[in-house]
């Protein structure tokens, strides 16, 4: 037989806390959550975690020769502005300066360090591989396309880095040698043919950067600049017979 016993409500004490404690508590108030939105993060960190800009061989005796040079200059001389806002590492080449001079002056007055010279075509001689960081992410300007540009584009990527062929800021003697360099390295993986403007703003990555004005002070000075350089660089190919 069941037995039903009789409920009994049991009386539950006050649970005390000490006074330290309870002056540590804060009310929630609700109104004040509501009326404080959230502030996001202002970032402080570059989307390219190590970025680096190359510019190969631009001496003076080249300008006679090289189709467009002086649109190579512009373009490069818009990097170099970019570089010293953010602080962006830049290595620099001559090839064989006793014999063929040294950097044309536009490019050479900003320059954070001398060139390095060397006798290989390609920029990645062991004194500029000492300085890279690992997985460097570099904008490579320069002559010429189709020699000097493919094997340091080449060689940087079978280093382990990440080259930026800039298409507005190379060139060759032969007009017709630019656009054929240019089309093998986009076939090659790893390495990636863009522009001077894309690569900045890719390497910034967030318009909300502390250093947004910098880039965006660049981009405006060279506007019309960069307009006719891209009217010329990359050449258009040649119509065909």
């Not at 962006?88 to 010279?117: E, F, N």
């Given at each position: 037989m069941l037995i039903r016993r009789p409920f009994h409500l049991q009386t539950l004490r006050p649970v005390i806390f000490p006074s330290s404690n309870l002056a540590r508590l804060r009310p929630l108030s609700l109104s004040h959550s509501l009326s404080s939105p959230l502030k996001m993060a202002t970032p402080t960190e570059l989307r390219f975690k190590n970025p680096a800009i190359f510019v190969c061989d631009m001496q003076d005796k080249f300008r006679n020769v090289i189709y467009e040079f002086d649109s190579i200059v512009t373009t490069t001389v818009k990097l170099l502005a970019y570089a010293q806002s953010l602080s962006?590492?830049?290595?620099?080449?001559?090839?064989?300066?006793?014999?063929?001079?040294?950097?044309?002056?536009?490019?050479?007055?900003?320059?954070?360090?001398?060139?390095?010279?060397?006798?290989k075509f390609s920029m990645l001689v062991p004194s500029v591989a000492a300085q890279l960081q690992p997985q460097s992410r570099i904008a490579l300007v320069g002559i010429e396309s189709h020699i000097c540009i493919t094997q340091t584009a080449l060689d940087l990527r079978d280093a382990g880095h990440f080259p930026y062929v800039i298409a507005d800021g190379v060139s060759s003697c032969n007009r017709g040698e630019v656009g054929i360099a240019l089309d093998r390295l986009r076939s090659e993986p790893g390495i990636t043919v863009t522009t001077s403007e894309s690569w900045m703003y890719e390497c910034l990555g967030d318009a909300s950067h502390p250093l947004f004005k910098s880039l965006i002070t660049v981009v405006k000075n060279k506007s019309s600049e960069t307009s006719k350089v891209l009217s010329v660089l990359p050449p258009a190919p040649a119509p065909k017979i």
């Open positions: 962006i590492p830049v290595h620099t080449t001559t090839q064989t300066s006793a014999k063929l001079g040294a950097t044309v002056p536009a490019i050479a007055d900003l320059l954070p360090s001398p060139p390095h010279d060397k006798t």
